[in-house]
């Protein structure tokens, strides 16, 4: 039989496993210290009240005969879909709820979205990224080639015209960088992809932590509709994590090679996936409604202020870094011309704190380091006390 030889291309993730295994051998031979973990990007506060009520009368209506319900509806219910659809519209991007397909989040969609492009596509990813994107198109069988973010663009890669592309990832704003496109630098994006007639795929997964008047969506961008398609998550803008739910944006004047690629998404998910729980979509909605949105706004206030805290802190000690504005994220160069892993061991060791080394993100994210706004503010003083101590 054949097997998909493709995957013999992919790199072991050893990433979040190494660092697992590195905290597991320090506290074995420390077992008095107390590590404290910003490296994995999870959410630690619990879901929103307006969630857990909407899920819990979801739960109710499943156990009398009136409101129980079987298979929802192929593409999500249509309430959670207006809902999405509503939230779009209030920032300018004009949505329909047709338009909206919901899911399980958006790894799954960032990685199913390949099923309805030609294999042995050309996909233009940035570096440093989510790795789900580079790993995703070895397994497809694309070729990918990749734009460098760096120091001098802001971790913010522009078009090259001499690159030609069939898709286009762009991440913003950027795991593991924070860093977020402005419209001028989208525009250009938008206006790349239509002259090459390539498809953008836009990860807004961070897009709730955006407080500075930057896009939110790639639909706030003009042309957009006719070259790109939106992949949201609620994993971070409420805490979904866990409960799972993230959505598709695919317009419907979107074209390519006498091809609907809404249709063509209809077609894969009505045939390849069965849709969320009611209850889990009921939640989901619950998310988007005032009530929803005015405590997971909290939230993100609450994440964003960890950043701030971990923002000023390396202001103080003059090192350069990327994002903790309108991300979750803080994007540090290792001081001394550390090696990303190197600068993980002695962080670890000295000060009992976990981050994420930025080569796990791709070649250029050697040198730098992740750490995630997302623990407790007790956690996040006591890191950045601990921080100062060591590279003061
Ligand atoms: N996109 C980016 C950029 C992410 O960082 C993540 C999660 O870390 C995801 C997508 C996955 O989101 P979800 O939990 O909805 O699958």
Redesign the pocket.
């Known amino acids: 039989m054949n097997t998909n030889r493709n995957y013999k291309n992919l790199q072991d993730s050893y990433l979040f496993a190494t660092i697992g295994q590195k905290v597991k051998a320090y506290t074995a031979t420390n077992p008095d210290k107390k590590i404290i973990r910003m490296g994995i ?1 999870d959410v630690t506060l619990p879901l929103a009240p307006a969630v857990i009520t909407a899920m819990q009368n979801a739960v109710a209506e499943m156990g009398v005969p009136e409101t129980f319900r079987g298979y929802g509806e192929d593409y999500g219910y249509e309430f959670l879909r207006t809902a999405i659809s509503e939230y779009y519209i209030k920032k300018g991007a004009n949505i329909s709820p047709s338009e909206v397909f919901v899911s399980d ?4 969609d ?1 990685a199913n979205i390949l099923d309805i492009f030609a294999a042995g596509s050309t996909a233009l990813i940035p570096d440093p990224v ?1 790795p ?1 994107y580079s790993d995703t198109n070895i397994m497809a069988g694309n070729k990918i080639i990749f734009t460098h973010g760096n120091e001098a663009n802001g971790f913010l890669p522009m078009p090259d015209e001499s690159i030609n592309a069939d898709i286009i990832y762009i ?1 913003s704003p950027n ?1 593991p960088t924070g860093a977020v496109y402005n419209k001028e630098q989208l525009q250009k994006w938008v206006d790349y992809a239509i002259s090459k007639d390539a498809i953008i795929l836009y ?1 807004s ?2 897009e709730a932590f955006i407080q500075d008047d930057l896009p939110t969506s790639i639909f706030q961008i003009s042309g957009a509709e006719k070259c790109a398609i939106e ?1 949201g ?4 803008t409420a805490g ?2 866990g409960t ?1 739910c ?1 959505y598709t944006i695919i317009p419907h004047t979107l074209e390519r090679d006498g091809m609907s690629l809404h249709k063509m998404w209809s077609r894969r998910q009505s045939t390849k996936y069965n849709q969320l729980p009611y209850i889990i979509q009921r939640g989901a909605e619950a998310a988007f409604l005032p009530d929803g949105l005015a405590q997971n706004k909290k939230n993100i206030a609450y994440y964003l202020q960890n950043a701030k805290l971990m923002s000023e802190t390396f202001d103080g000690l003059g090192i350069r870094y990327c994002g903790g504005k309108n991300a979750p994220y803080i994007w540090l160069k290792c001081p001394d011309g550390l090696k990303s892993w190197d600068f993980f061991d002695a962080l670890l060791e000295k000060a009992n704190v976990v981050g994420t080394p930025g080569a796990g993100f791709g070649s250029q994210g050697e040198g730098f380091f992740r750490l995630s706004a997302f623990g407790s503010k007790e956690n996040t003083i006591e890191a950045m006390e601990r921080v100062k101590n060591f590279l003061k």
């Open positions: 990007g989040g958006a790894k799954c960032v989510y789900v991440c795991n990860d997964a961070y992949i998550s609620l994993s971070k979904f994590t799972r993230g």
